[in-house]
């Protein structure tokens, strides 16, 4: 019986069966069965590494996505809170009625969604296609009049870029929430739309509370950092990761007490609506 041992621990042993012929287990033989024996337990011991760094990493991979699904659900709660806060006010309004059960089947489709990804790591159904930004910036818009306040618009036409339009509603709808969160009503919040060498380029700014030049390097687009005493840093960290990875970029300018002026550049996709065929005159 060969002892299989690695740093110390005892990961299991061999038993060898009688040989065949006679063989004299000398300190040669005794040499070559320990050397073997240490190459047997040091793959056994790295595979042992592999499996346990793959489940840690898919942990990790669980605990980010749980992160995400937790903050887009707290995005859905304010959205549900604040259309309870006004049934009592509106609920003999037929359109506020209709609006009403458009937002409770728009929450549930998107927690289905959440859940979906959550147990299964699903990406969002579709693939990438073009999306027309005057579109959401009237969502935008009209989720900010539900709130009380008032988010100005300038599109200059209709641009779209690729990706998902849900989930880049979300993204920008998250740049803007900060703008109006860290801007007293009295302030203004402004979204700009406007075609850029080659690129559409979206400013979202306010003349809010700002930031400062170190946090903005060092800590405004990692997760579970936030100037928000009840935020958790996902948000913001999500957006740039989705920028990114549609081949864009964000910039910020920003002065503490003055506001703040994001700067992001996607591609550009164009909305052919026409065709260029023409049938010849006879």
Do not use: C
């Amino acid at each position: 019986m060969i002892p299989l041992q690695a740093g110390g621990e005892l990961l299991g042993f061999v038993v060898l069966a009688p040989p065949r012929t006679p063989v004299d287990l000398n300190w040669e033989a005794r040499d070559l069965l320990k050397t073997a024996s240490r190459q047997a337990a040091g793959y056994l011991a790295q595979m042992r590494a592999t499996e346990a760094l793959l489940e840690s990493r898919k942990f990790d991979a669980f605990n980010r996505m749980s992160a995400f699904v937790v903050h887009d659900l707290k995005n859905i709660v304010t959205q549900l809170s604040l259309m309870m806060k006004n049934a009592r006010r509106l609920r003999d309004n037929p359109e506020f009625q209709e609006d009403m059960l458009l937002t409770v089947e728009s929450s549930l489709e998107k927690m289905r969604r959440m859940m979906l990804q959550l147990r299964e790591g699903a990406v969002p159904p579709g693939g990438a296609r073009g999306v027309a930004l005057a579109a959401i910036v009237d969502k935008l818009q009209t989720l900010a009049r539900q709130a009380g306040r008032t988010l100005e618009a300038e599109v200059a036409e209709d641009l779209a870029t690729r990706g998902h339009d849900e989930r880049l509603e979300r993204v920008l709808g998250h740049l803007v929430q900060n703008a109006l969160d860290a801007t007293p009503p009295s302030g203004r919040v402004w979204v700009r739309v406007a075609r850029f060498s080659g690129q559409v380029r979206v400013e979202i700014g306010d003349t809010g509370q700002g930031m400062s030049d170190q946090f903005v390097r060092t800590r405004l687009f990692k997760p579970f950092s936030s100037t928000k005493h009840s935020g958790m840093g996902i948000g913001t960290y999500e957006s740039a990761q989705y920028i990114r990875e549609l081949g864009g970029s964000i910039e910020v300018d920003s002065e503490v007490g003055r506001g703040t002026v994001l700067t992001v550049l996607l591609p550009l996709f164009d909305l052919t609506r026409g065709s260029d065929l023409h049938t010849t005159p006879t």
